[in-house]
């Protein structure tokens, strides 16, 4: 998919974030590299291994089916690799760093981040060396969470924590579009139809989040919604509220605007 998107040129990027699924797929790594100036920051899992220095390796001379062989493993005086929750925990508090992320319904939501390059371990062998981000909570019982990322020796910290939170964006868009806009909802068969329905969802998603961007909370109309002179041309309340459906949730036909039909038929 990825690489079809490259190939098509439609939509240009720089950056791309990715879950842990993605993050234990070399194909889907390779194919990140592949394309030049492409930067990846992609979750990993706690229990992933790997080396904080590049590990040494030998040949090691084989015979197989007669034939003569050989292949690279690493030196047995090499050290094993460790998790990378490990890497976290052996981390001193001195290398992290505090950053405010965002402002939460309780206040402040802060969070400790820390990065370093190590090597990756694939099938026991040394694979890639990327920068390892960590990320945690702050208190006794802190939740922790780890990036890696192909990105240049120059990069700086602050560029990894804007992509850890790249992601919410997102996962609220799955949300969101889930519970309000049926998005689970399908029953189809073939991929074709499926991808129809996600992008319909999205856009249906997309066109929701600038209408209550653009006519906010001060709006004169019914649920936040602003009437046909504010909201312009082609945007009304009979549009918005079609047979009774909210943008963001259900509306109750007994407190339905007025002049909005309602046809919703009740069991």
């Known amino acids: 998919m990825w690489r079809d998107i490259q190939q098509a040129g439609v939509l240009p990027c720089t950056y791309v974030v990715a879950d842990c699924l993605s993050g234990h797929s070399p194909e889907f790594l390779q194919a990140i590299e592949a394309c030049p100036g ?3 920051f992609v979750a990993l899992p706690s229990d992933s291994r790997c080396w904080l220095q590049g590990p040494v390796t030998e040949h090691k001379r084989y015979t197989d089916k007669g034939e003569p062989r050989s292949k690279r493993i690493v030196a047995t005086t090499e050290k094993a690799p460790i998790a990378v929750e490990a890497v976290a925990k052996r981390r001193h508090d001195g290398f992290w760093s505090r950053r405010n992320v965002s402002e939460g319904t309780k206040g402040p939501m802060e969070y400790e981040f820390t990065k370093r390059p190590v090597t990756l371990c694939q099938d026991g062998q040394p694979d890639k060396t990327v920068w390892l981000v960590m990320k945690r909570t702050i208190g006794e019982h802190a939740a922790s969470w780890y990036y890696i990322s192909n990105a240049p020796v120059s990069a700086r910290l602050p560029m990894f924590i804007w992509l850890s939170g790249i ?11 889930k519970t309000e806009l049926g998005m689970d909802q399908y029953e189809i068969r073939k991929y074709p139809e499926w991808h ?5 969802c999205m856009f249906a998603h997309f066109f929701l989040w600038h209408v209550t ?3 906010g909370k001060n709006s004169p109309g019914y649920y936040g919604i602003a009437a046909e002179a504010a909201a312009g041309g082609g945007l009304t309340v009979k549009n918005l509220h ?8 259900r509306v109750d036909p007994a407190e339905k605007p007025p002049g909005v039909p309602c046809t919703e038929k009740t069991a």
Not at 196 to 200: F, K, N, P, R, Y
Not at 242 to 249: I, M, Q, V
């Open 167 to 177: 992601r919410w964006a997102i996962e609220q868009c799955f949300e969101e579009a």
């Open 242 to 249: 079609d047979c009774g459906s909210s943008p963001f949730g």
């Open 213 to 215: 961007i653009r006519l």
């Open 196 to 200: 129809h329905h996600m992008l319909t």
């Open 38 to 40: 492409t930067i990846s």
